[in-house]
């Protein structure tokens, strides 16, 4: 599976479960939040189809490897640190919302963080290449129960509330809808 397609599962599941959060302190609106969760998606799966393209360049086994170690890396250090600064949402139940998030970006940067590990060593043989698939498919298996996980806490905070409907109003969210 590639990782633009782990992209299309956190979105849906954020779609379908994100639920209202708690009011306190700095704070963001449940719209600000919204767009900005789904702008840090868009930016990130962007980044991935970037380093997907930039594969079809590479002249060597080694520089394959180091671009999609690199831009991997990036992409999900830079969703984590949106995600990170995003202000949780003055609905009930926000920072246990904002939270579940981070903790997704979190998992998906310790994701990234094997793949790179795995990646370090350039296959050379058929052999080899295929055991790095299977290694690489293992933790982007990894990655789809956590974002279920995470969609499972969402949907467990207080479903139909105002951060919801704010993900599915949010034009950020819906132009992410459309490029998936």
Do not use: Y
């Not at 782990?6 to 609106?29: H, L, R, Y």
């Not at 002249?59 to 995003?86: C, I």
């Not at 981070?102 to 998992?107: I, M, V």
């Amino acid at each position: 599976m590639k990782r633009a397609a782990i992209i299309g599962v956190v979105a849906a599941a954020i779609f379908a479960t994100a639920t209202p959060a708690e009011a306190g302190g700095d704070e963001s609106s449940p719209k600000q939040f919204a767009n900005g969760v789904c702008t840090a998606l868009s930016d990130w799966g962007e980044a991935v189809n970037t380093t997907i393209d930039d594969l079809k360049d590479a002249t060597s086994l080694e520089e394959a490897a180091d671009t999609a170690r690199n831009g991997v890396q990036q992409a999900t250090d830079d969703l984590e640190q949106s995600l990170e600064s995003l202000a949780p949402p003055s609905s009930k139940d926000g920072k246990k919302a904002k939270a579940a998030i981070e903790d997704l970006g979190q998992s998906l940067s310790k994701t990234a963080d094997s793949i790179e590990q795995e990646l370090a060593d350039t296959p050379t043989t058929p052999q080899e290449i295929a055991a790095l698939f299977a290694e690489i498919g293992s933790d982007l298996q990894k990655a789809v129960s956590d974002v279920k996980s995470t969609a499972s806490e969402l949907k467990g905070l207080a479903p139909n509330g105002q951060l919801q409907k704010a993900f599915e109003s949010s034009s950020a969210c819906n132009q992410l809808k459309r490029s998936l």
